[in-house]
C-alpha cells in the first residue's frame, strides 16, 4: 500500500495508531476521510440470495456529501475471509463507474495520478494484514453530490452441527492489537469518536431469498426478521427481511433449516470460452462438488495425544459474548470449556494450558501427564483466571508451543479460543503454517467481531476445524465437539478419482485433502478441459479413504452438461479456494506464489492481496475544484461498555502492570509453576479438598458445572458433600443408600453422578458425553457385575424416570 503519498496527509494524532488493548466496540462500515472526520451515511441495503449452501450478496452503502466542499473518503468494513468479492461499482448521481482489478501497485498509481488531476477516483483492496478487513478509498468527492458503493461476492455456507446452515453479514469490526513495530499501515489504525447506538444517523435494510430442493423447514435469526413467506407451494423458495429500526449493531445471522437432509451433489458450470478466447480458469467448464463422508464411528484402539490449550486473557474477554441479556462474560465461558475439556481428556494423554495477553503464562513448564495430582492443580489454576493479561498477542506463546520437543507417540493437538482483535493475522497464519506437520489446530473466535481470517485461516492450514461462539451458542458444546473430532482415529489415504468420457480430463483446484472428520463437508473445484461430450453424457467423482484398515468410499454420478451462470459463481468460488492456498498477504505470500495468485485473481476478478479494484469517473467535464476536507464517522458502543473503555484502552500498546511483555526477537513465559512434584505414574483418586460452600462460591449455582469438576481423572466421583448437596440428599443419606453390601463407595457415587447427568442435563449431553464415557469405562473395570443393581437403587434414590437400558455396558 501507498498510504503515505495521498494527497489529504495527516498526523499519527489524526490517523491514530492501534488501540492497545481489546475492545467491547464495533466499528460499522463506514464511509471515512483520510482525516476519519464523518461523512454522513444515510444508509445500507443489502440483497441476499441463497441456492443451497452458496450465497450471493450485493450490498450498497448510499452517502450524500452535504458539504461545501469537496472531499476525499477512506472507508473501513469487515468481511468473512471465505467471501471471493468480484465486482465494485459506484454510482455517483446517476452515473454508474465499474471498477477493474488490477496489480495493487499499479492500481494505486492510477488512483495517485487521478487525485493529482482532481479527478474522482475509486479504489478497493483487502487490509494488507488481514483477509476479513476491506479498504476504499474515494477520491474528491465533490459538494452536492450522492454516491453509491457497490460490491458483491459469493461465500459457501458453513455447516453446522445439526446439519443448519449458517450465513453471517459481519458488522462488527472491534479495533485489534498491534504489536510493537507491526501493522502500522494497517487501515485499521485509526482512532474515531464513539457515540450510543440510538444516535447512528444511518438505516440499515436487509431482504434474503433462499432457495432449495431440500424444501426450505424454517429460518432463525440473532436479529428481529419478518415472519417467513414462502414463494410457492412446494416450500421450495422463501423470503424474508429485515425489520425496519435496526441498527448495524451486531453481526446479523441467519440460520437456515432444510427439510430434507443433505446428499451429495455435484453442479458443472459453463466457462468464457465463447468470450474470452485467452487461458484462465474462466475459460473452461468448471465443477463443485460437494461430498457427505458417512465415515462410521469407532472406537480407537489406542487413546494418545498431547493437549494444549491456547486461551486469551485479554482485557477484551471481560465482555459478554453477545449483548443478548445474561449473555455469559467471555472469560467465564472459556472457563467453563476449560473445565469440561479436562475432565474429558483421556487417561495416559498430556496436557498444558497457557493464558495469552500482552504476556502469558503457562500452567506447567512443560505438557504433563494426565493424572489426578496434575488434572487438580490445572482446575485450580483455571478457577483464579481473569481476563488480566492485556493486549492480545498470541504469536509469542504460539512461537514458544512449537519450541517444545513433541512427546514420542503422542502428537500434538492445540485448541486456541480468542476474541480474534488482532491486527497482523497473516503472520500467526503462517507460524501455524511452518508447523503444520507437527499438529493439529482447533480455533475458536469469541463473540461479535472476531477475525474470521485468522480463526478460519489458523484451523485451514493446520489440518483442524474453526467455530464461532456468538448470541446464544455455547463455547462448551463446540469445544467438545472438536474434542471429540480430535480423538477421532485419523481417516488415511484419501484421494479424489474420475471418470470421465474419453477426450475428456479433470483439472483438481482444492488442495489436495489430508484430513477428514466424522460429520464434515467435504467440497471440490476442478476444471474440466478438453472436448464436451453430448448433452446426456455423464462422469463419475469417487472419495477414496481408509479408516483402521478398512477401505471406505463415496461416489457420485453426475450430468456433463454445464449450465450458464452471469456471475460465475463455482468459478469465483473455485478461484477463492485457490487463492486461500497461496495468498499468505501482500507482504508475505512467496514470490514463487505471488505470480500465480496475481493471475488468478485477475483471470476470474476474485480480489486478493496482490490486487485492487480501480475505477476513475472520466465523464467529469472539469476537474472537480477547491481543497478536500475530512470528515470522521462514529463508532457505535456495544455492550453500554462507555465506562468500560479505559479499562481496555491505555495509549497504543499499553501493557499491564502485572505482566511482563517480552521483545518478539526474545519470547519467553510467567511461568506459575506448582510448589508440588508431579510423579509420572499412575495414580489413585483421593477425596477433593474442596468445602461444600467453597465449592458453590467458585461454581455460583450450575450444579452441572459444580458436579463435572467434581468428576476424577479416571472417570470416578467419590462421594463426599459436594455430591450430595447437589442431589439434594445429605451425605448420610447418600452412603446409608448403597444397595449392595461392601461395595465401593466410588462405584455408587460415579452411578448417582451418571444418572444426575441423563436426569438434569440432558439437553448438554454434547458437553459431558465424552467425561461420561470415561465414568461408563472405570464401572466396566470396578463395578459390572453390580452395575444394574446400583443403577436401579440410584434412579429410586434420585427420584428419576430415566430408562436403565441407557446405562447398559
Not at 583 to 589: K, L
Amino acid at each position: 500500500m501507498v498510504y503515505k503519498k495521498h494527497h489529504c496527509y495527516q498526523t499519527d494524532e489524526q490517523h491514530g495508531r492501534c488501540s492497545g488493548l481489546g475492545s467491547p466496540m464495533a466499528l460499522p462500515g463506514g464511509l471515512l476521510t483520510r482525516g476519519e472526520e464523518p461523512v454522513p451515511l444515510k444508509s445500507i441495503s443489502v440483497t441476499l440470495s441463497i441456492r443451497e449452501f452458496v450465497a450471493g450478496v450485493s450490498a450498497t452503502l448510499n452517502y450524500e456529501n452535504e458539504e461545501e466542499v469537496p472531499l476525499e473518503t477512506f472507508f473501513v468494513f469487515p468481511m468473512d475471509e471465505d467471501s471471493a468479492v468480484y465486482s465494485f461499482e459506484a454510482e455517483i448521481d446517476g452515473k454508474k463507474i465499474k471498477a477493474e482489478l488490477k496489480d495493487k501497485r499499479k492500481a494505486h498509481s492510477i488512483y495517485e495520478s487521478a487525485l493529482s488531476n482532481r479527478r474522482q477516483a475509486f479504489l478497493l483492496e483487502e487490509d494488507r494484514y488481514s483477509r476479513d478487513v476491506f479498504c476504499c478509498n474515494v477520491g474528491n468527492l465533490h459538494p452536492g453530490s450522492k454516491v453509491a458503493l457497490t460490491l458483491k461476492y459469493v461465500q459457501e455456507l458453513p455447516l453446522e452441527a445439526d446439519g443448519t446452515l449458517r450465513y453471517v453479514l459481519p458488522a462488527v469490526l472491534n479495533p485489534r492489537y498491534c504489536r510493537p513495530g507491526s501493522s502500522e499501515d494497517s487501515c485499521l489504525n485509526m482512532k474515531t469518536p464513539v457515540v450510543p447506538l440510538e444516535e447512528l444517523p444511518y438505516t440499515f435494510s436487509m431482504i434474503a431469498t433462499i432457495s432449495s430442493q431440500h424444501g426450505i423447514e424454517r429460518i432463525q435469526s440473532n436479529c428481529p426478521f419478518s415472519p417467513m413467506e414462502y414463494l410457492g407451494d412446494d416450500k421450495t423458495s422463501a423470503q424474508v427481511s429485515l425489520t425496519e429500526g435496526h441498527k448495524f449493531d451486531r453481526d446479523v445471522e441467519l440460520l437456515i433449516y432444510y427439510r430434507e437432509k443433505h446428499t451429495p451433489s455435484v453442479a458443472v458450470e459453463m466457462g468464457q470460452a465463447k468470450d474470452n478466447p485467452v487461458d484462465g480458469l474462466m475459460k473452461d467448464p468448471s465443477v463443485m462438488v460437494c461430498f457427505y463422508p458417512n465415515i462410521p464411528e469407532v472406537e480407537s484402539p489406542v487413546i494418545c495425544g498431547e493437549f494444549v490449550f491456547l486461551m486469551d486473557r485479554s482485557g477484551s474477554m471481560h465482555c459478554p459474548i453477545s449483548k443478548q441479556d445474561k449473555s455469559q462474560l467471555r472469560i467465564e465461558a472459556a472457563k467453563e470449556t476449560l473445565i469440561l475439556l479436562l475432565k474429558s481428556l483421556p487417561i495416559g494423554c498430556y496436557f498444558n494450558v497457557y493464558g495469552f495477553g500482552t504476556s502469558y503464562e503457562a500452567f506447567f513448564p512443560n505438557s504433563v501427564k494426565y493424572t489426578q495430582q496434575t488434572m487438580e492443580e490445572a482446575l485450580r489454576r483455571v478457577q483464579l483466571m481473569r481476563a488480566d493479561l492485556g493486549g492480545t498477542e498470541i504469536l509469542t506463546p504460539l512461537q514458544i508451543i512449537y519450541g517444545e520437543p513433541s512427546i514420542p507417540g503422542h502428537p500434538l493437538q492445540l485448541f486456541i479460543f480468542t476474541d480474534g482483535e488482532v491486527t497482523d493475522t497473516f503472520s500467526v497464519i503462517n507460524e501455524v503454517r511452518r508447523n503444520r506437520t507437527k499438529h493439529r489446530c482447533f480455533s475458536f473466535g469469541i463473540g461479535e467481531g472476531a477475525s474470521t481470517s485468522l480463526i478460519k485461516g489458523i484451523a485451514r492450514v493446520a489440518g483442524g476445524t474453526s467455530e464461532f461462539i456468538t448470541g446464544k451458542a455455547r463455547m462448551q458444546s463446540k469445544a467438545l465437539s472438536a474434542l471429540k473430532r480430535a480423538l477421532q482415529p485419523a481417516v488415511e489415504d484419501i484421494s479424489v478419482s474420475w471418470d470421465l468420457p474419453r477426450g475428456l480430463s479433470a483439472k483438481m483446484l482444492s488442495p489436495e485433502q489430508t484430513v477428514l472428520y466424522r460429520g464434515q463437508r467435504l467440497i471440490i473445484y476442478a476444471l474440466l478441459s478438453g472436448t464436451m461430450p453430448p448433452a446426456d453424457a455423464t462422469g463419475e467423482v469417487c472419495l477414496k479413504y481408509m479408516l483402521q484398515g478398512k477401505s471406505f468410499e463415496n461416489r457420485v454420478t453426475f450430468s456433463l452438461q454445464p449450465k450458464p451462470d452471469d456471475n460465475f459463481t463455482i468459478h469465483r468460488l473455485a478461484a477463492k479456494s485457490f487463492l486461500q492456498t497461496k495468498d499468505m498477504g501482500f507482504r508475505d505470500t512467496p514470490a514463487k506464489d505471488k505470480k500465480d495468485v496475481l493471475k488468478v485473481s485477475i483471470d476470474c476478478g476474485v480480489i486478493s492481496s496482490q490486487t485492487a479494484f480501480i475505477a476513475v469517473n472520466k465523464s467529469l467535464n472539469k476537474p472537480v475544484q477547491g481543497p478536500l476536507a475530512r470528515r470522521d464517522v462514529p463508532r457505535p458502543i456495544l455492550f453500554g461498555a462507555a465506562s468500560m473503555i479505559p479499562r481496555f484502552y491505555g495509549g497504543a500498546h499499553s501493557k499491564p502492570s502485572s505482566s511482563y511483555s517480552p521483545p518478539a526477537s526474545q519470547p519467553t513465559r510467567t511461568n506459575h509453576y506448582p510448589s508440588v512434584s508431579y510423579q509420572q505414574d499412575d495414580y489413585k483418586p483421593c477425596r477433593p479438598m474442596i468445602s461444600k460452600e467453597m465449592c458453590a462460591l467458585v461454581f455460583g449455582d450450575n450444579h452441572l458445572v459444580q458436579l463435572i469438576s467434581l468428576q476424577n481423572a479416571d472417570g470416578s466421583w467419590y462421594p463426599d458433600e459436594n455430591l450430595a448437596g447437589i442431589l439434594g440428599r445429605s451425605l448420610e443419606d447418600l452412603l446409608a443408600a448403597i444397595p449392595v453390601k461392601d461395595a465401593n463407595s466410588s462405584s455408587w457415587a460415579t452411578v448417582l453422578a451418571m444418572v444426575w447427568l441423563h436426569s438434569n442435563a440432558k439437553q448438554m449431553k454434547c458437553e459431558w458425553e465424552l467425561l461420561e464415557k470415561k465414568a461408563r469405562t472405570w464401572i466396566r473395570i470396578h463395578a459390572a457385575s453390580i452395575m444394574q443393581e446400583l443403577v436401579k437403587a440410584a434412579i429410586a434414590f434420585t427420584k428419576s424416570s430415566v430408562d436403565p437400558a441407557i446405562f447398559a455396558l
